[in-house]
């Protein structure tokens, strides 16, 4: 309880905080909000020196949308289902910065002796020396120690172990001519705390995995739960019978940045553990060529499960390594950010599928330039009609109950862009199987990561739900869950469910496994349905169905999940566990296509 006091405290300050950088800035200077010392200096840090000013710094400066009240009302809209979609090409014209203001700001900066060294569409990268940024910035940079062994936010350890450091930063909030700056979100690079914390948030982008020999055999199912037995107990199959097999359609995975796939192992899976043989076909998109973080068993999983699940939809994993700026500015998340804009941009896919995030509250308190970017990014999403899931975590509530087997060095929040009102977080449910492999019982799972968010308020669809208990505080996950972790005999953090990595059969838990498979089921449908969360809490659990037209009757498609703890139990009802709970495949995919139906005529 009190957590969520302080939560709700800090709620109205971060958005504002956030929302000023459109508003606060007079006819001649222009501040950049993002980039005030509250964010970038870490408190009870100590000042050392200024930074050389000969010393060089790349530095990136992340920009806005334009017309952002007519984007709001637009998207408002779309979002509940009472307006076309845009195409990528339209969202562009509309919505991004002219070519003249880039321009204009490159010459600008330019003009201080500051080299432009790249465009990346809503990111621009340049190089200059310390003394040239703070003339052109009107700011300071300056060196701190941080003397402290843990990171806090929101008075809360947040990260664990990382500390004691010395890092640089900017002591005055940047500024720049109004017409120059207008349309700046922030800059990356003129600190470097973010580049620190890099390693903590990648590590958590691991996949908990064995190997079926020589691992611990106490955690090991002695059968497995493929993904037949899954789409049996679900009813999958029931669309697999009549012809839903996701045809047109096309899946869109998140990749871990700097990494890589070797897609024999997802084509042997999708050999191996086909329910119905696989027609739809698979691209890895690499931008870059620095893969310091080897090969992605995260993004294996991720393509051999929605595969299997959506066996005619074509899988993409979009890899952005070191691509925007190069190696000098790897670890700060503009690479990770990339992906999705190149996602939405090129790809304009039926289903984005997410297992690779990062935390809240880290990119509330340090980092909230990044957190709007990727909002944005979300928001031009929904406005193309492409629907979002995202794993909500494996950490139980708000992070602070990881499995005993996995170790997290982050607490204290949820994930993000999980969090984000236009994205479906997946929760975990854990299956109980049978000594043959058959799925026998189903509960919420005790790892699955759900909370309050510290930066969104309570959302209309919240407001409006038909799930019983849906809390009306702030965003709140998850929005729906799926097979997390399951098998014959074993704990809740035990290993069942297959992986084919390094040609080897390996077992996983995870809701980044319940992210993909969900996104299969959307895309089985073989409509784009835009924003999930209008959608979802608007079907009953009795099948009734609120349209923006009128009331429907559905299916009974969601399956509440009574049992379970993150600590926080589940029960009837909207939990934090598993949100409004599971589903029925064929049913949920029944009431999405008739929601569907009715509001695009």
């Not at 043989?277 to 051999?304: K, M």
């Not at 929760?427 to 510290?454: C, H, K, L, M, R």
């Amino acid at each position: 309880p009190n957590k969520a006091v302080v939560l709700t405290l800090v709620l109205l300050f971060v958005i504002s905080a956030l929302l000023t950088v459109n508003v606060s800035a007079s006819s001649e200077v222009y501040y950049i909000y993002t980039n005030s010392p509250k964010y970038s200096i870490l408190p009870g840090s100590i000042f050392v020196q200024p930074l050389p000013q000969n010393y060089t710094l790349p530095f990136a400066i992340l920009l806005n949308f334009t017309n952002y009240q007519q984007l709001l009302s637009i998207t408002n809209k779309i979002s509940n289902h009472e307006a076309g979609y845009l195409s990528p090409s339209e969202f562009r014209n509309e919505f991004y910065p002219p070519q003249s203001y880039k321009e204009s700001l490159i010459r600008y900066l330019e003009s201080y002796g500051i080299n432009f060294t790249g465009d990346y569409g809503l990111i621009l990268t340049f190089e200059g020396t310390v003394g040239e940024i703070e003339k052109a910035f009107n700011t300071y940079i300056n060196v701190y120690y941080y003397p402290f062994k843990n990171v806090y936010w929101f008075g809360l350890i947040g990260i664990t172990d990382i500390g004691p450091f010395y890092y640089f930063s900017n002591n005055v909030t940047p500024s720049l001519p109004y017409e120059v700056g207008k349309y700046v979100i922030g800059i990356v690079g003129i600190d470097s705390f973010d580049p620190k914390v890099y390693t903590v948030i990648k590590s958590t982008w691991a996949l908990e995995m064995q190997k079926i020999k020589g691992g611990d055999a106490s955690l090991i199912s002695s059968v497995l739960v493929t993904p037949k037995a899954i789409a049996q107990y679900f009813n999958f199959t029931k669309l697999y019978e009549e012809n839903y097999l996701g045809q047109g359609t096309k899946i869109a995975i998140e990749g871990v940045p700097e990494s890589f796939v070797n897609t024999s192992d997802i084509y042997a899976f999708w050999e191996k553990f086909y329910i119905v043989p696989r027609t739809g076909g698979l691209d890895i998109i690499y931008l870059g060529n620095i893969t310091t973080s080897g090969q992605s068993a995260e993004n294996e999983l991720d393509a051999e499960w929605a595969g299997v699940f959506a066996p005619a939809s074509t899988i993409y994993i979009v890899f952005s390594n070191g691509y925007v700026g190069g190696q000098v500015l790897v670890g700060n998340l503009l690479n990770y950010y990339y992906e999705y804009y190149y996602m939405v941009n090129y790809i304009d896919p039926n289903v984005i599928s997410i297992s690779v995030t990062v935390p809240e509250s880290y990119l509330a308190a340090y980092y909230p330039a990044m957190l709007w970017m990727i909002h944005n990014i979300m928001i031009q999403a929904i406005d193309e009609g492409i629907s979002v899931l995202a794993a909500s975590g494996d950490w139980g509530f708000e992070s602070d109950h990881p499995p005993p087997n996995f170790h997290i060095g982050i607490y204290n929040t949820i994930w993000y862009p999980e969090s984000d009102p236009y994205v479906t977080s997946v929760g975990g449910i854990f299956v109980n199987a049978t000594p043959t492999g058959q799925v026998e019982a189903i509960s919420g799972w005790d790892y699955s990561t759900g909370g309050i968010s510290v930066v969104f308020p309570v959302q209309n669809f919240e407001l409006t739900s038909l799930i019983p208990f849906t809390p009306i505080i702030q965003r709140t996950y998850p929005d729906i869950a799926f097979v997390a972790a399951g098998g014959y005999n074993i704990p809740e953090f035990g290993f069942g469910l297959p992986l084919i990595y390094q040609g080897q059969l390996y077992v996983w838990y995870g809701t980044s496994g319940a992210a993909p498979m969900t996104a299969a089921m959307v895309a089985l449908t073989g409509d784009r349905l835009g924003d999930l969360n209008t959608i979802l809490y608007h079907i009953s659990y009795s099948g009734i169905i609120l349209t923006p037209k009128g009331i429907l009757i559905g299916m009974k498609a969601w399956i509440p999940i009574t049992s379970g703890n993150n600590p926080l139990p589940a029960h009837y009802g909207w939990n934090f566990v598993t949100g409004p709970g599971t589903y029925n495949a064929y049913g949920m995919a029944y009431d999405l296509r008739l929601f569907y139906n009715v509001t695009s005529d």
